[in-house]
């Protein structure tokens, strides 16, 4: 139903900072809950940040929380992920999704080809 893609990733040495955007299509986009995922080579995927529709509620996986910043711009229809002290586990590929509620990443509907974050040691 709603279309994304993510961007923004990129090589950075630990320490850093990156944001990530996902720009999604559709009208409806402000009546979903958002999610960020990342996936690590050999690692299940794992949930980083999710974010009410209206943009006033988040929640975050303790590995990220205090580092990381969610963030929507409905009027941009766009998401944004703010990483900050950036550590080499962070390394992976970042995909955003709609998602059943802040509390329940269940996804509706798939998510995009994702982008590559790498933090260098």
């Known amino acids: 139903q709603v279309q994304l893609v993510e961007s923004g990733g990129g090589l950075v040495q630990a320490g850093g900072s990156l944001r990530l955007s996902c720009a999604a299509s559709g009208r409806t986009f402000s009546r979903y809950p958002m999610g960020w995922f990342r996936q690590a080579p050999g690692k299940e995927r794992e949930f980083v940040a999710a974010i009410s529709w209206s943009g006033d509620y988040t929640y975050y996986a303790d590995s990220v929380k205090g580092r990381f910043t969610i963030s929507r711009d409905n009027a941009k229809n766009t998401v944004y992920l703010q990483m900050n002290s950036l550590r080499p586990e962070d390394t992976a590929v970042y995909y955003c999704?709609?998602?059943?509620?802040?509390?329940?990443?269940?996804?509706?509907?798939?998510w995009g080809q994702g982008t590559q974050v790498t933090v260098s040691s």
């Open positions: 999704a709609a998602v059943r509620g802040i509390y329940d990443p269940s996804l509706l509907g798939s």
